[in-house]
């Protein structure tokens, strides 16, 4: 599914064009999910599986919000982008590392388009922020197992919807970008391919390493795990909202409902999941593998 949603990202910017307003919206939805699933389903996932030890699940929170951050000040990770709102390209010059900028800006104008080879900072920072998504999956489903939950995709649902609904999104990033550089679309394309099999893969290596690190015994690991995708999934939302709200004052209204929406969509998301419990972790890491085809077992 992570493979299928960045494909359609780059489906979307070749046929769709969104304008500012339209994109913000969508933004502040997804914004909203992702900061609910943050804060209602694995900061308390992390608590949970750390026995409790609110001091870990913070520490944890606070290393994914810096790794973001880094992210995002390295790379230049989230520039979701727009066709015809020339107001933004200003902003997105003096902000590049957070702003949403037009796919039609002139490339001698703004320091993302100077080079053709500008997309490459971009693919390796939203690859490595799938990898951090991969990993989170594997986790969530190794914990729902555990929980003899049924279906191993029903506690992890708003974990995947955040996901997916984001993924398009970032994939829409280096495709706009590449074509602002002048690339044709058979390169486009690959590039958009490489970038959709990143979760993928990250989700079976996470199988094969929860298989080789994880002490059925102990839910450290998992904890962690958590409590790292918590806080990126913070830095990463408020990342796309609260630039809108500093520097435009339009559409408030729709954008702060849109928020909201997302925000309840989580809260009703939360509401079938079902109860926690600590038992059979070794068992919920080999149905894991089994889940990703990896079909690696734990020797006793």
């Given at each position: 599914?992570?493979?299928?949603?960045?494909?359609?990202?780059?489906?979307?910017?070749?046929?769709?064009?969104?304008?500012?307003?339209?994109?913000?919206?969508?933004?502040?939805?997804?914004g909203?999910?992702?900061?609910?699933?943050?804060?209602?389903?694995?900061?308390?996932?992390?608590?949970?599986?750390?026995?409790?030890?609110?001091?870990s699940?913070?520490?944890?929170?606070?290393?994914?919000?810096?790794?973001?951050?880094?992210?995002?000040?390295?790379?230049?990770?989230?520039?979701?982008?727009?066709?015809?709102?020339?107001?933004?390209?200003?902003?997105s010059?003096?902000?590049?590392?957070?702003?949403?900028?037009?796919?039609?800006?002139?490339?001698?104008?703004?320091?993302?388009?100077?080079?053709?080879?500008?997309?490459?900072?971009?693919?390796?920072?939203?690859?490595?922020?799938?990898?951090?998504?991969?990993?989170?999956?594997?986790?969530?489903?190794?914990?729902?197992?555990?929980?003899?939950?049924?279906?191993?995709?029903?506690?992890?649902?708003?974990?995947?919807?955040?996901?997916?609904?984001?993924k398009?999104?970032?994939?829409?990033?280096?495709?706009?970008?590449?074509?602002?550089?002048?690339?044709?679309?058979?390169?486009?394309m690959?590039?958009?391919?490489?970038?959709?099999?990143?979760?993928?893969i990250?989700?079976?290596?996470?199988?094969?390493?929860?298989?080789?690190?994880?002490?059925?015994?102990?839910?450290?690991?998992?904890?962690?795990?958590?409590?790292?995708?918590?806080?990126?999934?913070?830095?990463?939302?408020?990342?796309?909202?609260?630039?809108?709200?500093?520097?435009?004052?339009?559409?408030?209204?729709?954008?702060?409902?849109?928020?909201?929406?997302?925000?309840?969509?989580?809260?009703?998301?939360?509401?079938?999941?079902?109860?926690?419990?600590?038992?059979?972790?070794?068992?919920?890491?080999?149905?894991?593998?089994?889940?990703?085809?990896?079909?690696?077992?734990?020797?006793?």
């Open positions: 599914m992570t493979f299928l949603s960045s494909l359609a990202g780059g489906v979307i910017v070749s046929k769709l064009k969104f304008s500012h307003t339209g994109l913000q919206l969508l933004l502040s939805f997804v909203g999910l992702m900061l609910s699933v943050a804060i209602l389903h694995l900061l308390p996932h992390s608590v949970l599986e750390l026995n409790g030890d609110t001091h699940a913070a520490l944890a929170v606070l290393a994914g919000i810096l790794v973001t951050f880094l992210l995002l000040r390295t790379f230049r990770v989230h520039q979701h982008v727009t066709h015809d709102d020339e107001h933004v390209h200003d902003h010059c003096q902000h590049p590392e957070h702003t949403h900028t037009t796919a039609s800006e002139d490339p001698d104008h703004c320091e993302v388009h100077s080079s053709r080879y500008s997309w490459i900072g971009l693919f390796v920072g939203l690859g490595i922020h799938s990898i951090i998504d991969g990993v989170a999956i594997s986790a969530i489903v190794v914990d729902s197992v555990a929980q003899n939950a049924g279906s191993p995709l029903l506690p992890g649902l708003a974990l995947a919807a955040a996901i997916l609904l984001h398009p999104l970032d994939a829409m990033s280096v495709i706009s970008v590449m074509r602002s550089a002048g690339w044709d679309q058979k390169n486009i690959l590039v958009n391919v490489a970038y959709a099999v990143i979760s993928p990250s989700i079976y290596t996470a199988a094969y390493g929860f298989d080789i690190f994880a002490d059925p015994g102990n839910t450290t690991l998992l904890g962690w795990t958590f409590g790292i995708s918590a806080g990126c999934f913070l830095t990463i939302a408020l990342s796309d909202i609260l630039p809108e709200l500093t520097f435009h004052s339009h559409d408030r209204l729709k954008l702060t409902l849109a928020l909201i929406l997302g925000i309840l969509l989580g809260l009703g998301l939360q509401a079938v999941e079902p109860e926690h419990n600590h038992d059979g972790h070794n068992h919920a890491i080999s149905q894991l593998q089994q889940v990703s085809g990896s079909g690696a077992h734990r020797k006793d």
